[in-house]
T-cell receptor, first 114, second 111 residues
Framework: SAVISQKPSRDICQRGTSLTIQCQVD?????MFWYRQQPGQSLTLIAT?????????ESGFVIDKFPISRPNLTFSTLTVSNMSPEDSSIYLC???????????FGDGTRLSIL | EDKVVQSPLSLVVHEGDTVTLNCSYE??????LLWYKQEKKAPTFLFML????IEKKSGRLSSILDKKELSSILNITATQTGDSAIYLC???????????FGTGTSLTVIP
């Protein structure tokens, strides 16, 4: 399966600031997704990162708060903007290589906002 | 509304026990069901099931899908402390490339 590098691994940030999380894959993939996992909760899909166009956001998530880029088939970024303590979560990048393939996840970013 | 439900929510067993985790789903345009193990941050892929009645097996772990009952089970035999984790079930839909995740089962294996 694809090797997925996600960074940073963790960060502690001040409220009101922004943080960009990077996801790099060692091969071209069809689909890239960004998830959030709040403490004690399951995974919630934030958006599908589309190569060369605007991401597709799920209900409850907006581009102004979570801008996403995907300039090519191996790289994507998620920015968490104007952070508040409620944004403290694990953020996960995942990829699907193609066809009827499973999702594979990056190592995740544990984000804490003070 | 599409959904995936896992049971039990949590489970505590002793080393050597056998456990069965359940996943049921209501998802439009079902394509496959996946099991993941989450220990720290990232879920790691265990199995992908697409056909009913065909068991997937990896060491002490095995899983099977019942498309008639819209469910799957994950069995772990001779449990070890390293099996302690959250086990997530997800269903892949043909509709918009959606993956629906359950809330997970938290398994704790006591020495």
């Amino acid at each position: 399966s694809a090797v997925i590098s996600q960074k940073p691994s963790r960060d502690i940030c001040q409220r009101g600031t922004s943080l960009t999380i990077q996801c790099q894959v060692d091969s071209q993939v069809t689909m890239m997704f960004w998830y959030r996992q709040q403490p004690g909760q399951s995974l919630t899909l934030i958006a599908t990162a589309n190569q060369g166009s605007e991401a597709t956001y799920e209900s409850g998530f907006v581009i102004d708060k979570f801008p996403i880029s995907r300039p090519n088939l191996t790289f994507s970024t998620l920015t968490v903007s104007n952070m508040s303590p409620e944004d403290s979560s694990i953020y996960l990048c995942s990829v699907v290589a193609g066809g009827n393939q499973p999702q594979h996840f990056g190592d995740g970013t544990r984000l804490s906002i003070l | 509304e599409d959904k995936v439900v896992q049971s039990p929510l949590s489970l505590v067993v002793h080393e050597g026990d056998t456990v069965t985790l359940n996943c049921s789903y209501e998802v439009t345009n079902f394509r496959s069901l996946l099991w993941y193990k989450q220990e720290k941050k990232a879920p790691t892929f265990l199995f992908m099931l697409t056909s009913s009645g065909i068991e997937k097996k990896s060491g002490r772990l095995s899983s099977i899908l019942d498309k008639k009952e819209l469910s799957s089970i994950l069995n772990i035999t001779a449990t070890q402390t390293g099996d302690s984790a959250i086990y997530l079930c997800a269903v892949d839909s043909n509709t918009g490339n959606q993956f629906y995740f359950g809330t997970g089962t938290s398994l704790t294996v006591i020495p």
